[in-house]
């Protein structure tokens, strides 16, 4: 593990409007090279985090610092060392398998042979090497999960997020998505992943519990 590579949050807060309760509040963490599990109920800021250490969202107050040495909204570290696994998959429509990834490869400056090599190993890691030439309607969802991961994989960032990516798969799909994930980290990646699916925590160096940020609803004061 190489200790000069690392994601800092550094007493960062974050609400969505003034008044509003803070989602994430005075929260100081070091990601290093590895599999970090955020896991926790809906509603408890997992999302939330996700978002503000791709840049997508900003600190209210704090700061997160990326392994380039820029704020998340740097548009290299966003282009170039970030992956971004969404809940909503947002594969293209019209675009085959093989095209998502090469058009997302291409965003990111990767050149056309690296992108061949990048997009044959992902593929083949991720069992989708005879569905690259299809359009994500035609696979089932875990085909199209397992796409998704490979075009955030494709560029080989530094950082790769991943928001409940085996939410509603079987056994088998989540094997082989831990897998490709094992593969993803051993060479001084940072992988953290949001999720309340228990059976990623074997894949995780370190788990996160976010559910100590949530308030006890009252109906449940009773069971503690």
């Known amino acids: 593990m190489n200790p000069t590579i690392h994601l800092l949050c550094s007493n960062i807060s974050f609400r969505y409007r003034p008044g509003l309760p803070y989602v994430i509040d005075h929260f100081d963490y070091t990601f ?99 569905f690259s030439d299809r359009l994500p309607q035609s696979l089932s969802g875990g085909q199209q999960q397992r796409a998704a991961i490979a075009r955030a994989l494709v560029k080989e960032p530094s950082v790769l997020l991943l928001d409940e990516p085996t939410s509603g798969l079987d056994d088998l799909n989540t094997r082989v998505i831990t897998s490709a994930l094992r593969q993803f980290v051993a060479d ?5 992943v949001s999720s309340h699916d228990s059976r990623l925590e074997s894949l995780a ?20």
């Open 205 to 224: 160096d370190e788990i996160l519990d976010f559910n100590r940020f949530l308030p006890l609803e009252r109906h449940l004061e009773a069971l503690v």
């Open 188 to 192: 001084d990646r940072i992988c953290i």
């Open 32 to 130: 290093k090279p590895g599999v970090t599990m955020i896991k926790g109920a809906s509603g408890c800021g997992k999302s939330t985090l996700l978002r503000l250490l791709a840049g997508f969202l900003e600190p209210k107050a704090g700061e997160i610092i990326t392994p380039r040495g820029t704020q998340p909204t740097d548009k290299k570290y966003q282009c170039r060392d970030l992956g971004f696994v969404f809940q909503q998959l947002n594969l293209l429509p019209l675009a085959s398998v093989e095209r998502n990834l090469a058009l997302a490869a291409s965003l990111a400056g990767i050149r056309s042979g690296e992108i061949q090599k990048n997009s044959r190993r992902w593929l083949g890691l991720l069992g989708l090497e005879q």
